[in-house]
């Protein structure tokens, strides 16, 4: 059947030719008639009539929407529906909404637009709200430059969280409640410290022997006009700072572990940098406590020897231990200390001498290592404390191998084991 045309423009065409004959997009949309081949087909008949009249219809709201999702043919992914998405907090150079300029350690000005911020912009180094940075335009300091592609920006912001562990270098997931504890505490002494140091460097003022204030108000020493025309000795005494650090060492032997460690390694590093302005002046005037070279060694011999008792007896990660050891040969030592320079090299359990001496493979503590010979020295805390350790596991036969084998230097007021 071929197609027709009836009155009123209608166009009549058999169904096996509507594919071939449906219109594109581009062309004019007119009525179509669909006419069944099939006479006797009478069930997909419209009430027994073989034509039927297709009007062309408008796209409803909801198909014009449709058409408007987009589709991903491969992945078979649909998008139908899209909304922007909250701004959540992020760092100043995050900020999707102003724009950000980076250079490595810029803390003069405010570099291009860095200083603007949005209301959920983060200041990288303090770790909190940008509009709340007493920092962030500052001149020298600038926290609104900072970024996480510096090392400058990277040592700042860490030193800002991990405060003086950062001294450690300690990773900031490193960092535990035990290690901030002792960060905490050896923040409050330094500055403890400081004020009473400041003290000491402004020294006494003190008379010589059998001389007495003239003057009516009879003043204290140094403060009368008169007397401090005379020639008064100025006296240097270490004995408020000997107390302040005796204390804070007290303190020490009752924190954890990693605590103590923190607080005794800070504590040496700040009595080194003490200096004596008296020099070889009034040495021979004062006692061990108010003096600086004989109080500050003394100090010393207390922090290494509890030191070396936690080396041995706690179980401290390697990587901890390691930084430890690090850390206090990195502290410039004042001439009266140089006998403390290698004091922290406590061999770890794992070491390879000793561990065979332990198991008696090695039964003389030497041990030639590229053509020389090493010995298994001890200082005598660290051969105490071994001997405590190995006797608690009760392990009877490594202590009596130990004992034999390791050598301790002779000093004053300890022992040589072995032969």
Known sequence: MDSQCYPGGYQVVPVWKLVAMWPSEKEQEDSVILISDDDDDEGESTQGSSVLFVEPQEKSPLEEKKSEELVDEEGDLVVTYCKQANV?????????????????????????????????????????????????????????????KSDFWKAQRNFALAGILATFNL??????????????????FIRDLSVAYNKYLIG??????????????????????VCSSQNLEVVYKYSDVFELVTRFLNQ????????????????????????????????QNLNHTASLRIAVPFLFQRIITRLQRMLVLCDFPKILYDKFVEFFHSISLPCHCYAFSNSLNVLPWDHVLLTTVLKGQNITGQRRQKGRKTYLWE?????????????????????????????????????????
């Open 88 to 148: 959540m907090p992020h760092a100043r150079h995050d900020c999707s909404t102003q724009p950000f300029e980076r250079r490595e350690s810029d803390t003069s000005f405010p570099l291009g637009k860095n200083a603007d911020i949005c209301d959920q912009c983060y200041c990288y180094i303090c770790d909190k709200l940008a509009a709340e940075c007493q920092l962030w335009t500052v001149p020298s300091l600038c926290h609104c430059n900072a970024h996480n």
């Open 171 to 188: 990773e900031l997931l490193e960092l535990d409640t035990e290690l901030r504890r002792g960060g905490d505490l050896l923040e409050k």
């Open 204 to 225: 006494e003022r003190i008379c010589p022997p059998g001389y007495e204030c003239c003057c009516r108000p009879k003043l204290p020493p140094g403060q009368c006009r």
């Open 252 to 283: 020490a032997d009752q924190e954890s572990p990693k605590a103590a460690a923190v607080m005794l390694l800070g504590a040496a590093k700040q009595i080194a940098l003490h200096k004596d302005p008296a020099l070889l002046k009034s040495c």
């Open 379 to 419: 200082a005598l805390p660290v051969v105490e404390a071994r001997v405590e350790k190995l006797l608690e596991k009760k392990k009877y036969k490594e202590v009596v191998r130990y004992l034999r084998a390791v050598k301790c230097m002779k000093t004053k007021g300890s022992k040589t084991f072995g032969t």
